[in-house]
């Protein structure tokens, strides 16, 4: 546990992961830290404006984020709280109330046993590298504080549910979607969203069937997990239901499961949106914004459809300042989050299913079928037999191993994509149906593809 007079720049500059601060919550991110970010954030905002706080349902995101508060009152900076939200109501209020920025707290799928720590700015997009830079710097120095009677207000926002809940679906056909008699089985890990999201989709007619959509204070497993996700494909057979949804706790993200119970692939979800989302259609020749890491598939079907596509690397607010920069209509990280400006500058899992559903009842074909009508990829695949407890742990052992070997790799919630070099990725997921693994590899030609699934292969062993 650092002491106070430890931590400085070079200190918390060992924290930030993928341009985040992340730690484990009360050794590493002590709420001495906490209350010295707030401090510092504060000064960062030369001591006025305001800050739209939010977290998940963990106690360890309330503890720091109560820290957090105590800090950048003390600098003069009037706080909104949220309290427990999904990331993008937090988000969505920045904007809404003109706001000079706003922090988040929670434990992500892929930071297990840890907290993590996002800054955004008045825009509601998530701190660049640069920004962080510039945040870290000033820890080695004293928060500039205000005189008692200058201390920040702390504020509830009232209503703001209703008020985000009303405004999503305002950029759909409700019509419609009222008219399609979907059914859709809902997971809401444990998340804020579960006090979100169901509400939202029952307004506009969507049959939902929601599982653990209750707080969850402590959490001693990772979800989404490989049963979670298992058990939605389940329900959504048994159920007969149009698709099944299994949200990322903060809910940016989701993985998708088609009416078969099949997961859903990224580039597929991608070329989805393009192709029959009215508005995007209609933005033909405006550009469309993925990572670098994302299927070449995408660049030969961005360019039948007539969609010139720009690359940019995954890191935090990367796709929504490309987006503002290029003025594109559309952007898509292969981490499964979705960005459609006419909404906002960021991900959000339930528009983007708003988004999907409103496909589904506008070309009233069942989303199996207008997936196999997509492109496909030459790629190497193998499926492999492995115990199960290497399918449920999959995203422990391999993450542990990639640290190691300090390579880059990406979490889509339901598989880990391992960034091999610029050109090549392996993809290895969990079968739904069986104790087995799928490993899938682009690469420049098939055999350094295999030659990339043997090299998967031997990650995987124990």
Not at 110 to 122: A, N
Request: aromatic share 8%; proline share 4%; net charge negative.
């Amino acid at each position: 546990m650092a002491q106070l007079n430890t931590i400085n720049s070079s200190y918390v500059s060992k924290l930030i992961q993928k341009g985040r601060i992340i730690a484990k919550a009360n050794f590493v991110m002590t709420p001495e830290l906490a209350a010295i970010l707030g401090g510092i954030h504060g000064t960062y905002l030369n001591n006025n404006g305001i800050v739209v706080m939010g977290r998940d349902h963990r106690l360890d995101s309330r503890m720091l984020k109560r820290a957090y508060s105590a800090g950048a009152m003390g600098t003069g900076i009037d706080l909104l709280d949220l309290k427990s939200s999904p990331l993008p109501l937090l988000q969505f209020c920045i904007r809404r109330f003109g706001a000079s920025g706003g922090v988040y707290f929670s434990s992500g799928h892929s930071i297990q046993d840890e907290t993590g720590i996002r800054i955004f700015d008045s825009g509601g997009v998530e701190f660049s590298s640069d920004q962080m830079t510039g945040l870290v710097a000033l820890f080695d120095q004293q928060p500039k504080r205000v005189d008692p009677a200058e201390v920040g207000h702390l504020s509830d926002i009232p209503h703001t549910v209703d008020i985000y809940s009303k405004a999503v679906p305002q950029f759909i056909n409700k019509k419609k979607l009222a008219e399609a008699g979907l059914k859709v089985v809902l997971d809401c890990s444990y998340g804020p969203a579960g006090g979100v999201t169901p509400p939202i989709l029952g307004n506009v007619d969507v049959d939902i069937i929601a599982l653990n959509t209750f707080a969850q204070y402590s959490m001693k497993r990772v979800v989404p997990s490989l049963d979670s996700i298992r058990n939605t494909s389940e329900i959504v057979r048994a159920a007969k239901a149009d698709l099944g949804v299994v949200l990322d706790v903060d809910g940016t993200r989701s993985v998708i499961v088609d009416e078969t119970g099949a997961a859903v692939r990224f580039e597929d979800l991608m070329m989805l949106y393009l192709l029959h989302d009215e508005n995007l259609q209609k933005s033909k020749t405006s550009k469309v914004i993925t990572t670098t890491s994302s299927s070449k598939i995408l660049d030969e079907f961005c360019e039948s459809e007539n969609f010139p596509l720009v690359r940019t690397e995954n890191a935090p607010g990367n796709i929504s300042r490309k987006i503002k920069e290029e003025r594109a209509c559309f952007g898509a990280s292969d981490t499964m989050k979705f960005y459609f400006p006419q909404y906002g500058p960021f991900s959000d899992a339930t528009f983007s299913l708003l988004k999907l559903l409103e496909i589904l009842a506008v070309t009233e074909e069942p989303l199996s079928v207008l997936l196999r009508n997509l492109p496909k990829t030459i790629q190497a695949q193998k499926t492999i037999s492995v115990e199960p407890e290497i399918a449920k742990n999959l995203h422990e052992i391999l993450k542990t191993k990639l640290m190691e070997k300090k390579m880059d790799f990406i979490d889509d919630l339901f598989g880990i994509k391992i960034l091999y070099d610029p050109k090549s990725w392996i993809y290895i997921v969990p079968s739904i149906h069986r104790d087995a693994l799928n490993i899938i590899s682009e690469a420049a030609d098939m055999k350094e593809g295999q030659r990339l699934i043997e090299f998967a292969e031997k990650m995987i062993e124990l």
